[in-house]
């Protein structure tokens, strides 16, 4: 089995037909093991929350979001163990913490963290950690 670690972007992405939908829902496959940090819940609920606060959804349709991408099989990490690194990762790459602790999963997994984010993307993928990163669409080739 492969393993990835999914942010937020990707997640929300099961649930809601976005840009990249298609390729998120891939990873759902059975082929991959899909790891998060216990932050990806709580990122995950902020986006619904701005959706139905913006008239994008209306509460119901972000409560079923939620429901749905809570019933995806995950390997959740918990954070305080991460926070060390990510707090390293965050200062030397001027990410957020929130962020860095994805990067700081991938990276003491071996792993790579799949993400839909573009500003992390194009903020990483040519640095020292661009090997711990991968473009949703180019994750399942």
């Known amino acids: 089995m492969i393993r990835r ?26 082929s991959y093991e899909l790891i998060v940090p216990d932050l990806f819940f709580p990122e995950v609920g902020n986006i619904l929350w701005k959706k139905a606060r913006q008239g994008e959804m209306t509460p119901e349709e972000a409560a079923l979001a939620a429901e749905a991408v809570g019933s995806v099989r995950l390997e959740v990490y918990p954070s305080p163990p991460l926070l060390p690194l990510a707090l390293e990762i965050a200062l030397q790459t001027d990410r957020t913490v ?26 990483l993928s040519h640095g020292p950690l661009a090997s711990y990163l991968t473009w949703v669409g180019d994750s399942t080739d």
């Open 5 to 30: 670690i999914v942010d937020a972007s990707v997640g929300i992405k099961w649930a809601l037909e976005e840009v990249h939908s298609e390729d998120a829902r891939r990873l759902l496959g059975g």
């Open 98 to 123: 929130y962020d860095s602790l994805y990067v700081a999963l991938a990276v003491r997994e071996g792993a790579l963290l799949v993400t839909a984010d573009e500003r992390l993307y194009n903020a």
